[in-house]
Each structure stands twice: as C-alpha cells, then as structure tokens.
C-alpha cells in the first residue's frame, strides 16, 4: 500500500475510533451530562439519541470497511467531511440557543477541524496518485 492510502486508512480508522467513542454519551446519560452538560436523558431527547447513535454506530462500521480498502473507497471521506459539518453546525446551533456552553463545543469542534483536514487531505492525495498512476 502506497503513502497516500495508508493516510487513508490512518483516517478512516481515526474517524472511526472517535465514532465509537461519541456513541458512550449517546447511550449513555451521566457521560452526556459531563461532556455536553446535557441532563435529561428520556422521552424527545432520549429518543433522539438513540436514534442518532444508530446512525453514528453505522457510520463507525462504514469507516471501518473503507479503511479496509482505502484507495477504492476513498468516495467515503468527503462524505464523511458533510457529515462533520453537519455535527459541528448542530453544536453551534445548541451553543446559540444556550442549550450547550462554548466550553463544551470548543474541543468538539477541534477534533473536527482536525479530521476533516485529514480526510481532505487523504482524499485529495489518492486522487493525484491516480492521475499520476494513469499517466505513466
């Protein structure tokens, strides 16, 4: 495996790790509170967290198999970059609303400037690899 897909790999890994660490505060109500200062843990809320830990289970399992074949499947990291940007703008929707203090975001939303760099980056070095590739 050449550099640019291990970077991949690395990545996809890396998301996937930290997917599986996001989902103990889902399932979990004392983990919410101390790491999103989130209380309640039943009726709309629980349910929305449970709901959104199936959909962070199954994109941990999604990042696991790219990372299995990470050049052919390299599609997966700018989908996941949409994904983050779509975590990162509900934790600024919840630190307008008051209902999250910026403390609590503020080391979400570097664990994901860091990771949407990466798979950025590794996607965008696959894809010069294969232009490269094709032309020689």
């Given amino acids: ?10 990545t996809f890994l890396l998301g996937a790790v930290i997917d599986a ?4 505060p889902m399932l979990h109500p004392r983990l919410a509170k101390l790491l999103w200062g989130f209380e309640k843990s ?4 629980g349910f929305a967290m449970r709901m959104g830990a199936s959909l962070m289970a199954g994109w941990t399992l999604l ?4 990372a299995r074949k990470p050049f052919e499947r390299r599609a997966v990291a700018p989908m996941t970059v949409q994904v983050i940007a779509g975590l990162a ?6 630190v307008k609303s008051g209902d999250m203090v910026l403390g609590k975001a503020l080391p979400s939303w570097v664990m994901q400037a860091v990771l949407t ?9 696959t894809i010069v690899g294969s232009a ?3 032309i020689e």
């Fill in 132 to 134: 490269r590739a094709r």
């Fill in 117 to 125: 760099l990466l798979f950025l980056t590794g996607h965008a070095r």
């Fill in 89 to 94: 703008a509900a934790e600024a929707l919840a």
């Fill in 63 to 66: 990042l696991f198999w790219a």
């Fill in 21 to 24: 660490g996001a989902l103990a």
């Fill in 1 to 10: 495996m050449d550099e640019d897909a291990r970077l991949l790999r690395t």
């Fill in 42 to 45: 039943d009726g709309r809320y």
